[in-house]
């Protein structure tokens, strides 16, 4: 079973800068398109839309760390 990342759209995002931040290579981003299908494949996305980001193999997703707990 895949697992997913929310993102929602902001203005200007492109399908390359989206898999850049998820996967630091833009060039994954058929990977988030095909988890999109009822999303238009336009150059530059509207803002507003949720997307699903597949979580890829553990090399190929950012891990998101939180800070360390401040005493």
Not at 13 to 35: G, T, V
Request: proline residues 8%; glycine residues 2%.
């Amino acid at each position: 079973m895949t697992e997913f990342y929310s993102y929602v759209t902001k203005d200007a995002d492109r399908w390359d800068m989206i898999s850049y931040r998820f996967y630091n290579n833009p060039n994954l981003y058929e990977e988030i398109i095909k988890a999109n299908p009822e999303v238009a494949q336009e150059p530059v996305l509207e803002s507003g839309i949720k997307l699903k980001i597949p979580v890829l193999e553990e090399s190929e997703t950012i891990q998101f760390e939180l800070p360390p707990w401040k005493k």
